[in-house]
């Protein structure tokens, strides 16, 4: 005899209504995340969703599928005399300015040795993005007395000299970003950082950064 779907099913052994009755494996099948169901679901990454799998013990049906991401945009364009206040805001300090001196140029106060991404900063406009990682003190040094092949520097020593003699202000601002981890693996914030601000700023005094946009 066949039951309405309404109609209580018999309280027997091991049947629907038993207080006893134990629901059925479905299989291994059923256990499985796809991981890329739900990151397209979810809109987040498959490395994401892969890793929260697998730090919680689900290895079985982890099979990568084609997902296509869409383009990064590229940011915002700022102009010099904002720019300045935006990476103020952000964590950039003053650390001096450039003065003249007998030997040539020089920084007003002594620069720290950590590495990180500076700004030359002229009248309130951001003229120039750069990073070291061998410490900001010995970069600017070689702004200070460039090598024969260093034309960077030779470039930019030459460009500070002449604001300097028509009585301009040339301010240096500086940042130490802190090294993070993407998966387990090492990034490089400061590199990450100067690209950015160049593509976002496109200083006049970054060669590769007027009407450039970096890929």
């Known amino acids: 005899m066949d039951h309405d779907e309404d109609e209580k099913a018999p309280n027997v052994p091991g049947g629907r209504g038993s207080r006893n009755h134990q629901r059925q494996d479905p299989g291994p099948a059923s256990g499985r995340i796809f991981a890329d169901r739900g990151s397209d679901f979810l809109d987040i990454r498959y490395q994401h969703v892969r ?89 600017m040094y070689n702004y200070q007395k460039p090598g024969s092949t260093q034309r960077t520097s030779q470039r930019l020593n030459e460009i500070i000299t002449e604001q300097l003699g028509i009585g301009a202000v040339v301010d240096i601002y500086i940042a130490a970003p802190p090294a993070l981890e993407w998966n387990g693996l090492p990034v490089h914030t400061a590199v990450g950082l100067e690209s950015a601000l160049i593509e976002m700023i496109q200083p006049p005094w970054n060669k590769m950064g007027v009407g450039v946009l970096l890929e």
């Open 51 to 139: 890793k929260v799998a697998v730090d919680a013990g689900i290895n079985e049906g982890l099979q990568r599928g084609i997902m296509v991401l869409p383009e990064p945009k590229a940011p915002a364009r700022v102009r010099e005399d904002v720019a300045i206040d935006v990476l103020v805001d952000a964590g950039f300090t003053l650390l001096g300015s450039w003065v003249s001196t007998e030997a040539g140029i020089g920084v007003s106060v002594r620069a720290p040795r950590d590495p990180g991404v500076y700004a030359f900063v002229v009248g309130g406009s951001v003229k120039y993005i750069g990073l070291t990682k061998s410490g900001f003190h010995r970069r």
